[in-house]
């Protein structure tokens, strides 16, 4: 079971970027997988999901319309298209994954380890 999140950098405010999401392991690709993050001194908070064939996708109201989450099982990959970057998207970016069915797409049984986003004013 490994998930393994890289594409982070410095950016400036209102650029772009994209993360990826590399997952192996039985289950992960029949199920939601999700994108966190976590700014210095604050909790973890939930950023995107997405159902095990893209067709359903959830966002936070701050990412809304901004991100764009995506994934491809054939590769095993997730993605996280960051457009119009604001400094307060600041933080480090982790993907999540689970290999059974919850009610919840914000439940997760694994995590990988993040990349560091950091949006300059």
């Known amino acids: 079971v490994q998930l393994q999140a890289s594409g982070g950098g410095l950016v400036q405010a209102g650029d772009s970027l994209t993360l990826s999401c590399a997952f192996s392991?039985?289950?992960?690709?029949?199920?939601?997988m999700g994108w966190f993050r976590q700014a210095p001194g604050k909790e973890r908070e939930f950023v995107a999901a997405i159902n095990w064939n893209g067709g359903n996708k959830w966002y936070s109201d701050s990412v809304r319309g901004r991100f764009t989450i995506s994934r491809d099982n054939r590769r095993n990959m997730m993605y996280l298209q960051m457009d119009s970057l604001k400094p307060e998207d600041t933080a480090v970016y982790s993907c999540a994954g689970r290999r059974r069915s919850y009610s919840s797409y914000m439940t997760y049984e694994y995590w990988g380890q993040g990349t560091q986003v950091t949006v300059s004013s």
């Open positions: 392991g039985r289950g992960f690709s029949a199920n939601t």
